[in-house]
């Protein structure tokens, strides 16, 4: 068995993204494999390639027309390997950094806008209606809500605890359920078990609800999903967090 490829597997995140996890993330470990002891080759010129890529396909996106919607689509799903093969570098090369992953979430919440914001101008060109503005702009304010909860709630309780080491992002664990080391049926358990993973409608599902939307030029009726989804969840997001929140302050009180 490849070492090489074995460690850069172990560099992959237990509890990825949807899409990420079976699709853009094992594309980012291949491409890694050919880049990754290039040592001019850092982790955030990579995510400095991601999002000037993102920007370029939101360009196409903006421009219009079968072709250009079909290029986007292509780019979008480029972008995100970019994205996963940053954190994957800095993992394997043992230099992963707070600033590095605060440009990381940085940017990503850039996409996010640019690519929703394109894609409710073509939709608007398309059709003339100003609805798509509008459930692209739910959409982004929403899904920011759940971001925005998560790190008002972090901070909250690092305020209660002076002494509190809490960050600001999940603990990486690598997988250990799939990979070129298991065999057939293992992978494909794991592969079904990611599955339920699609109704978190988080990054790694827009990317592919973005790029089908694209080839399909189903562009309004994506913007819908988007737009009720995230409201549920932002709301959603926000009240369990609020719960959470008091819960942990009674628990405080009481001692």
Request: hydrophobic share 50%.
């Amino acid at each position: 068995m490849n070492l090489k490829l074995t460690n850069l597997w172990a560099t992959k995140t237990k509890d990825d993204e949807w899409w990420s996890s079976f699709v853009t993330s094992p594309l980012a470990i291949v491409l890694n494999y050919f880049v990754v002891d290039i040592k001019w080759f850092t982790p955030n010129k990579i995510t400095l390639i991601s999002f000037i890529t993102a920007v370029i396909a939101a360009v196409f996106i903006v421009l219009g027309g079968v072709q250009n919607f079909i290029i986007a689509a292509i780019l979008i799903h480029l972008s995100h390997v970019f994205d996963c093969m940053d954190g994957q570098m800095a993992r394997y090369r043992k230099t992963s950094s707070i600033s590095g992953c605060y440009y990381d979430k940085l940017t990503d919440q850039i996409q996010v806008f640019i690519w929703f914001g394109a894609i409710a101008y073509a939709a608007f060109q398309q059709s003339g209606s100003v609805i798509p503005v509008f459930l692209a702009l739910f959409g982004i304010a929403f899904y920011s809500l759940r971001g925005y909860s998560k790190y008002v709630t972090i901070y909250l309780e690092a305020a209660q605890v002076s002494d509190s080491t809490q960050d600001d992002t999940p603990e990486e664990v690598i997988a250990d359920t799939a990979g070129i080391e298991f065999g057939l049926m293992a992978n494909l358990r794991w592969f079904l078990k990611e599955q339920k993973k699609i109704f978190s409608f988080d990054e790694g599902v827009f990317i592919f609800m973005l790029s089908l939307a694209l080839v399909l030029n189903m562009l309004t009726p994506m913007l819908w999903i988007f737009a009720l989804s995230q409201v549920f969840y932002g709301l959603l997001r926000a009240w369990q967090r609020g719960v959470k929140l008091d819960q942990e302050l009674t628990v405080n009180i009481g001692k």
